[in-house]
């Protein structure tokens, strides 16, 4: 039997080619794409079915009827040959490759609060940060060196929410003891504080632009306050549960709170409604943090981190591992490195564009607390981006950089395109 000049005739055991009747040929015909005559050089493919629509003219003489018989690359192992994957063309991912980043290390840790530390904000010229503890102060510390710079006293219980304002000498501060406080670090006391919360405040942001001031707690609202004036602006209600993570934006929709009811908000700040809820994740949506520079933010909660685009809210993409823990605080810097921590002590790094994550870290507790006291509660980059603080439930801080000495070599990308990636 005469095969078309440039195919190799695989006798394969199982399909017997002459063994059917005269006239009936079990020729698969497959039009590929028009790259896959290329392709067929190479031996990339696994296998190469060509049919008479393929054949130049006038080599009509194959077999009897003028059908060419079947054409198996010898490339394929057997087994392939006998699957519907040697027919079916590989599709190149079209999922971005993740871009390499150097590990994190942890690099200092810093033990002094009496309780578990439970938020950190940083200070606007990048010298000093503050931690905020269950055992009902506020601790301010030098970045450079990690010592101990000042103590605040005045809440009667934990410190849920930190921030620190870039306009005014204004630290805010907000706690389980339904109160938040406004303290000037020039005279390093409270100078105003806004009532109004039933319950507990957990979360806590700085509008960008405006003088107002957003908390969000167990009574399940965001109260937006005038930071000067002490009076409460808006009460935005709508979520069934405690809203436990908010951040705002200069531009519409400027506040975004996510929630124990498992739904994300974005707000209109003048009228103070919904604008939109988000409803793809599956449990507690306890931490949210935007991109420094794009137009996107990510949402964690124990089902999965997602990642959204802003203003509209659209669904983007999953991130591509689930780290199978309740996640307590997240952080992005303008590399497009976020982190994630566990109420396990795990903190995960991932590449911001693919959702690849390329590194997981497990926080060592330090000697005398329990392997139960491993847990991350809040997570900060410094102004750079280059430092990253971790606030734990072993009472420390702990302080990460990056590993200069790491290289692509000595740590590669280990990544897969995930074959099918699922909407929610």
């Not at 080619?17 to 493919?45: C, I, R, Y």
């Amino acid at each position: 039997m005469k095969s078309a000049p440039g195919q190799r005739q695989v006798n394969s055991g199982s399909a017997d080619v002459g063994n059917q009747g005269p006239g009936h040929s079990n020729a698969l015909a497959l039009t590929g794409p028009a790259d896959s005559k290329d392709s067929q050089k190479e031996g990339t493919q696994n296998a190469l079915v060509v049919g008479p629509s393929l054949q130049p003219k006038g080599q009509n003489d194959v077999g009897t009827s003028g059908k060419s018989t079947a054409m198996v690359s010898a490339s394929a192992p057997f087994s392939e040959r006998l699957t519907t994957s040697a027919i079916i063309e590989r599709i190149p991912s079209k999922w971005p490759r993740p871009v390499w980043h150097r590990p994190w290390k942890n690099y200092r840790v810093i033990s002094g609060h009496l309780g578990w530390v439970r938020s950190v904000a940083f200070d606007p010229s990048n010298n000093w940060f503050c931690t905020g503890s269950a055992d009902r102060t506020i601790k301010i510390w030098d970045v450079a060196s990690g010592r101990l710079k000042l103590t605040l006293t005045g809440h009667i219980e934990q410190i849920r929410g930190l921030a620190v304002s870039n306009k005014h000498t204004y630290m805010f501060s907000a706690g389980d003891d339904k109160q938040v406080k406004c303290w000037d670090l020039e005279q390093n006391k409270v100078i105003r504080s806004y009532h109004g919360h039933l319950s507990g405040v957990y979360c806590l942001a700085l509008h960008p632009t405006i003088d107002i001031l957003l908390t969000g707690g167990r009574d399940s609202v965001c109260r937006v306050w005038d930071i000067r004036t002490k009076m409460q602006i808006f009460a935005l209600s709508g979520h069934d549960n405690t809203v436990c993570s908010v951040f705002t934006r200069p531009t519409d929709p400027q506040v975004v709170t996510g929630s124990h009811d498992t739904t994300i908000k974005f707000w209109d700040l003048r009228y103070g409604k919904t604008m939109s809820t988000l409803t793809h994740h599956k449990k507690s949506v306890r931490a949210m943090a935007p991109h420094p520079k794009e137009h996107s933010f990510a949402s964690a909660s124990a089902d999965n981190i997602k990642k959204f685009s802003l203003p509209k809210g659209e669904f983007l993409h999953n991130m591509l591992s689930q780290q199978k823990t309740i996640i307590n605080a997240m952080a992005v810097n303008e590399d497009g490195v976020m982190a994630t921590g566990g109420d396990n002590g795990s903190l995960w790094f991932w590449d911001w564009k693919s959702g690849h994550n390329f590194q997981q870290d497990q926080t060592i507790v330090q000697p005398g607390s329990l392997d139960s006291e491993a847990g991350i509660y809040a997570l900060s980059y410094d102004v750079t981006g280059t430092r990253l603080i971790s606030c734990e439930a072993d009472k420390t801080i702990k302080m990460w950089k990056e590993d200069e000495s790491a290289t692509e070599q000595t740590h590669p990308l280990n990544y897969k395109p995930p074959k099918d990636i699922r909407r929610f």
